[in-house]
């Protein structure tokens, strides 16, 4: 019904920057509150930031001011702007939306990405 599709992760110094992407395809009405999260290693997923359709965010504190969220509702695109990147940001990032479908009847279903790998050196 709905893919998300991540990318633009990869291996990047303390300090560095870095830009994620996740577009939404599929048999998509609406697309509502996006967000990301993230997995590290032996760690539990934890919320990084969400944005509602009207523009609304949440952070978590740990990447607040340091992480920006943004979203382009014509493309149903969600993005994530990671700047002055830590080691501790390093885990999979995942996409998450909330996507209002029409197919028999309308529907809003929440869908997960496959991740993209973030992995920053000391």
């Known amino acids: 019904q709905v893919q998300l599709v991540e990318s633009g992760g990869g291996l990047v110094q303390a300090g560095g920057s870095l830009r994620l992407s996740c577009a939404a395809s599929?048999?998509?009405?609406?697309?509502?509150?996006m967000g990301w999260y993230r997995q590290a290693p032996g760690k539990q997923r934890e919320l990084v930031a969400t944005?509602?359709?009207?523009?609304?965010?949440n952070y978590a504190d740990s990447v607040k001011g340091r992480f920006t969220i943004s979203r382009d509702n014509a493309k149903n695109t969600v993005y994530l702007q990671m700047n002055s990147l830590k080691p501790e940001d390093t885990a999979i990032y995942y996409c998450?939306?909330?996507?209002?479908?029409?197919?028999?009847?309308?529907?809003?279903?929440?869908?997960w990405g496959q991740g993209t790998q973030v992995t920053v050196s000391s």
């Open positions: 944005i509602t359709s009207s523009g609304n965010t």
């Open positions: 599929g048999n998509i009405f609406r697309a509502n509150t």
């Open positions: 998450n939306a909330d996507v209002i479908v029409i197919i028999t009847s309308i529907t809003e279903n929440n869908y």
